[in-house]
């Protein structure tokens, strides 16, 4: 029998929808199915955040004629239906209706305005910027970041200052994807041996657990052909020995990658000795309703 057939299905990083991202697919109330389908216990919706600005509208969203005010607007719509779909699924599923931040400039005035005026239930720290410029769209993207840092060894430092500020700013309920800097780098693994990055992992993650926060085990780089979840196994351990929760996040994008490799993550996070009683991503405006199933 496998190990993870008595742990709940959860994830605490997931339930993007085409309703309300770009380059997701269906509807949310669509996504929230079938997690119930599936058995989920809880999940954490996790919608983007909208831009500060116009000049960090991605490309899709451009391209549909959208503009901030648009994106405030249909972060507004996210909030109010992801507490009807809390509601009106409360016996089958915990939902919790939370929000994922970027990390550009305007972004350290938007974030905690965003928080008062729409009170999610937790907040997902994440970066998609270095330096501004957006680094996960594809390997053009990720090199012209690298070049403006001097390099991938800078690149990596860059992000992980970043990280540090904004966990040090913003001090996130869950953390995301811990190190997607490595995103399209195949040597990432022994980069994570150099000094100057393994000093600030250290530094991040030491933060993290000062924080309490939770670490999302995002399992969806296997859907993309990667060999392993954000996180990678050394920095994994490494949280490990510090006490630092991870919980699994598929990170879905619509109906077709809801649960996808989530009990590939459980495995792993099992295997070394994690604790599977999942810690739930309550923060302070937590107002979620429902019960587990």
Same mark, same amino acid.
């Given at each position: &029998? ?7 299905? =959860? ?12 380059? +997701? ?6 996504? =929230? ?13 996790? $919608? !983007? ?9 991605? @490309?899709?969203?451009?391209? /549909?004629?959208?503009?901030? +005010? ?13 507490? /009807?779909?809390?509601?009106? *699924? ?8 939370? &929000? $994922? ?20 239930? *937790? ?5 998609? !910027?270095?330096?501004?410029? @957006?680094?996960?769209?594809?390997? $053009?993207?990720?090199? !012209?970041? +690298? ?8 690149? *990596? ?6 990280? *540090? $500020? &904004?966990?040090?700013? !913003? /001090? @996130? ?47 969806? @780089? ?23 929760? +991870? ?31 999942? =810690? ?10 429902? /019960?587990?199933?």
């Amino acid at each position: &029998m496998s190990l993870s057939n008595d742990i709940k299905l =959860v994830s605490i990083h997931g339930g993007h929808s085409r309703q309300f991202c770009m380059h +997701a697919e269906n509807t949310l109330e669509e996504v =929230v199915r079938a997690y119930i389908e599936k058995g989920f216990s809880w999940v954490g919706i996790t $919608e !983007h955040m909208p831009p500060p600005r116009d000049e960090f509208i991605y @490309p899709d969203e451009s391209a /549909a004629g959208l503009g901030t +005010a648009d994106l405030v607007n249909r972060f507004a719509d996210y909030i109010r239906t992801g507490r /009807a779909l809390q509601k009106k *699924y409360a016996d089958r599923i915990r939902l919790f209706v939370g &929000m $994922e931040t970027e990390t550009c400039t305007g972004a350290r005035e938007s974030i905690p305005e965003l928080k008062a005026r729409f009170r999610p239930d *937790y907040l997902v720290g994440s970066l998609h !910027h270095v330096n501004d410029i @957006p680094f996960d769209l594809g390997p $053009e993207s990720y090199a !012209h970041a +690298a070049r403006s840092e001097g390099g991938l060894d800078q690149l *990596y430092c860059r992000y992980f200052d970043e990280q *540090y $500020e &904004m966990l040090e700013l !913003h /001090a @996130p309920d869950v953390v995301g994807h811990f190190d997607i800097i490595r995103m399209f780098d195949p040597d990432y693994r022994r980069r994570f041996e150099n000094g100057d990055i393994r000093q600030r992992v250290r530094r991040n993650l030491e933060t993290i657990r000062d924080l309490g926060a939770i670490l999302d085990f995002n399992v969806r @780089p296997l859907l993309k052909g990667q060999s392993e979840p954000y996180v990678t196994a050394s920095i994994l351990k490494t949280a490990l020995s510090l006490g630092i929760p +991870a919980v699994p996040g598929d990170d879905s994008h619509g109906v077709d990658s809801v649960g996808v490799n989530v009990q590939n993550g459980i495995e792993i996070l099992a295997g070394l000795g994690f604790n599977t009683d999942w =810690v739930e991503p309550i923060g302070k405006n937590n107002t979620a309703a429902g /019960a587990a199933s």
